[in-house]
């Protein structure tokens, strides 16, 4: 089993940048996936990006193509999405989790608390 716990959200201005951040314990092997999501108020969960825990293949929603960054710390068993030039509408509670049989379906298996992040006009 995978446990994950989120940190790092805060209140920051428009235009501004943040990094969150997803501490992960128990197994977990090159090959699973780790994915950020949100989910904003009466909106339905949104893909953010993932990463494999490998390092290999980073990929982004077009929505935050080129303003989010995903990274990891093996020695810290962390997960980051660096935020940038963000907006109002980015305001959410951000997830993190782990599909681990990516080769097997795209759906998520572990998945953390959440962390509240929210931007400023």
């Known amino acids: 089993q995978v446990q994950l716990v989120e940190s790092g959200g805060g209140l920051v201005q428009t235009g501004g940048s943040l990094r969150v951040s997803c501490v992960a314990s128990?197994?977990?092997?090159?090959?699973?996936?780790i994915g950020w999501f949100r989910q904003a108020p009466g909106k339905e969960r949104e893909f953010l990006a993932t990463i494999r825990w490998s390092g290999t293949g980073p990929y982004y929603a077009d929505s935050v193509k080129g303003r989010f960054a995903i990274s990891k710390d093996n020695a810290k068993f962390t997960v980051y999405l660096q935020m940038n030039s963000l907006k109002p509408e980015d305001t959410a509670v951000y997830y993190c989790?782990?599909?681990?049989?990516?080769?097997?379906?795209?759906?998520?298996?572990?998945w953390g608390q959440g962390t509240q992040v929210t931007v400023s006009s």
């Open positions: 128990g197994h977990i092997f090159d090959h699973y996936h």
């Open positions: 989790a782990a599909n681990v049989r990516p080769d097997r379906s795209a759906a998520y298996d572990y």
